[in-house]
């Protein structure tokens, strides 16, 4: 029996229904690059997400025209954040579960790869030194990248660390050949979160990085510039009140030590500044505790000392007898 092929224009249709009802159904995505991911990769992606996570790739053309469509459609508005963010080789995995706990699962499936010639280097590329185990017929490409060498054995062996690809440079034939000659490939590739999609808010994927303890770090920071501005400009904010009360306090009770003016909470201060000496007084049970801790401590260190002074006696007693 022939098996029915699908046109192009009813493979658009169902692409179409399926982004759709996928929106409709996903309130969280990310956004993913997918530069230098084979279809292979990809397909153990899509298996070790299966679950609460669906990975949807296509045209950009495509899945634009579809986002602004549906949110057109339904209302939707929030939708069209999408669209900004669908340039170059990306794809789209919606998601149900912890977003932070999806981008770990993705980025499981990286994936060595060759140093392929005009590449630009995501990384830098360093040879480090050691035995090559090529034959000297092979020191041509050492020569070529400046690469000193020697002959150790009948095989070619590189003396220092050689930085041979710089990051964000285009890899060169020789680079290459060498690379591919030494079997090393230096690059890894996967699905990179590049914008993160939730409940028609779009931020940066270092959001998901943080924890508690940096929420809570930022907002004692931005609580304290709060309260220093306020202070500053006497401006009064909930954040300074405390700081702004304690002040105020102080003042009032500089004018009571300074006339005849007096309350409570002053009171006890003008009682010092008349007598010293109840000052002293009130520190005078904690110096005593600790000048009648101070011989205990030393009759103890002596009973220490004691026991073993007196072994040693008997010790050389023994030894004579």
Same mark, same amino acid.
């Given at each position: 029996?022939? $098996? ?6 009813e493979?658009?249709?169902n ?5 759709? %009802?996928?929106? &409709? ?8 690059? /997918? ?20 990975? *949807?790739?296509?045209?950009? @053309?495509?899945?634009?025209? @579809?986002? %602004?469509?549906h949110a057109?459609?339904?209302?939707? &508005?929030?939708?069209? !954040? ?6 170059? !080789?990306?794809g =789209?995995?919606?998601?149900k ?10 980025a499981?499936?990286?994936?060595? /790869?060759?140093?392929?010639?005009? =590449? ?10 050691? !035995?090559?185990? =090529? ?8 020569? $070529?990248l !400046?690469?000193? @060498? ?10 220092? +660390? ?6 964000? #440079? ?17 690059f ?5 979160v ?11 994927p270092?959001? *998901? #990085?943080?924890?508690? &303890? +940096? ?5 004692a920071?931005?609580?304290s ?5 306020s *202070? ?5 904010? *909930?954040?300074? /009140?405390p +700081?702004m ?11 009571s030590?300074?006339?005849?003016y @007096? ?6 201060v003008?009682?010092?500044?008349? #007598? ?20 205990? /401590? ?17 010790? $050389? ?5």
């Amino acid at each position: 029996m022939a $098996v029915k092929k699908i046109s192009k224009a009813e493979k658009k249709i169902n692409y179409d229904k399926k982004l759709c %009802r996928l929106m &409709d159904e996903y309130s969280q995505i990310l956004i993913v690059g /997918a530069d230098n991911v084979g279809s292979n990769q990809i397909q153990n992606i899509r298996q070790g997400l299966r679950g609460d996570s669906v990975l *949807l790739m296509g045209k950009n @053309t495509m899945m634009k025209r @579809t986002v %602004r469509l549906h949110a057109e459609r339904t209302g939707n &508005d929030a939708l069209n !954040n999408l669209v900004p963010l669908l340039v170059g !080789n990306v794809g =789209l995995i919606f998601t149900k579960g912890d977003l932070k706990e999806v981008r770990e699962e993705v980025a499981k499936y990286k994936i060595g /790869a060759p140093a392929r010639v005009g =590449l630009v280097a995501p990384t830098d590329v360093v040879v480090p030194p050691g !035995n090559t185990g =090529l034959d000297p017929s092979q020191t041509s490409f050492f020569q $070529v990248l !400046n690469i000193s @060498t020697k002959i150790n054995k009948g095989t070619v062996e590189i003396l220092t +660390h050689v930085e041979l690809i710089k990051k964000g #440079d285009k890899v060169g034939s020789s680079e290459s050949a060498l690379l591919a000659k030494l079997g090393i490939r230096p690059f890894s590739y996967a699905l990179v979160v590049q914008s993160v999609y939730d409940n028609g808010s779009v931020f940066d994927p270092e959001v *998901l #990085d943080l924890t508690e &303890d +940096h929420l809570a770090q930022k907002f004692a920071a931005g609580l304290s510039m709060v309260s220093s501005l306020s *202070l500053a400009i006497s401006f009064p904010a *909930l954040a300074a /009140a405390p +700081h702004m009360l304690m002040n105020a306090y102080k003042n009032v009770l500089a004018i009571s030590v300074e006339t005849e003016y @007096t309350f409570k909470q002053a009171e006890k201060v003008k009682e010092y500044l008349k #007598d010293p000496s109840k000052f002293a007084a009130a520190f005078a049970p904690a110096a005593s505790a600790s000048s009648a801790a101070a011989p205990a /401590a030393a009759k103890l260190e002596e009973k220490k000392e004691e026991p073993e002074e007196e072994s040693d006696d008997d010790f $050389v007693s023994g030894l004579f007898d």
